[in-house]
């Protein structure tokens, strides 16, 4: 990829929405800014979103810069294009492929920042790749030992424990070791960004487990990872019931709540 462009979009599953969510989005920017994008996925599938949309934006190879079109970094499908709509292997071999490329041309130099559109886990196991989504298959492939998932706004922020498993199984994860490391994780996230962090850590039962009462992980794993964390320097208390913590978090005594399990932190 010889195009300047520094943020390599993925296109998602070819049949999904990412593609008619790209171009809309790029549609609203500035001409001049979409020269920091490229996409990497097909011209097919970005025209037939572009005809949905009606942006009417045109789409050339990233390898012969043209500032009327928007840069695709192609990655052939090897079939036809997938239905709108419909679960497909070929679509869910596609999405894993776009990904794989994006991330050679991050960790390359080439690009300094992957976004990524959606994907469909059902069409990418189909396709024989057996990963829980995006964050484990960017851990697979760029050799991380353990992955994290952090949701960023203004005024909310969330890290979690444990993401695409089954609550069981988050349960089962929300140990002393790994809600230490995603409270380090998150540390190091905001220390990269300039700022220490003030953290607070979730609950995982109702009220904290009241002692005891409704379960007793709260004290045997999670307030022990934050007393490590405390003894390490960083900014964190809890835990912290879940009902009440996100608010906390959201109306500014909080930077960052470290969440449990998935639909917790969602």
Known sequence: MDRNAKVAVTLGDPAGVGPEVIVKALAALPKEERRDFVIVGNVEALERADRVSGTGLRFGPADAPDDDRIAVDEV??????????????????ASVRYITRAVDLAMSGQADVIVTAPINKEAMNLAGHHHDGHTGLLAHLTGSKSSFMLLASERLNTIHVSTHISLKGAIERARTERVLATIEAGHRHFLRLGKTARIAV???????????????????FLAPAVEQAQAKGIDVVGPISADTV?????????????????????
């Open 246 to 266: 996100f608010a906390r978090a959201y109306n500014g005594a909080f930077d960052l709540v470290i969440a449990q399990y998935h639909d917790q932190g969602h």
């Open 202 to 220: 979730a609950g995982l039962n109702p009220h904290c487990g009241e002692n005891g009462l409704f379960g007793t992980e709260d004290m045997e």
């Open 76 to 93: 052939a499908l090897g079939a036809a294009l997938p239905e709108i709509g419909k679960v497909s292997p070929v679509a869910g071999d």
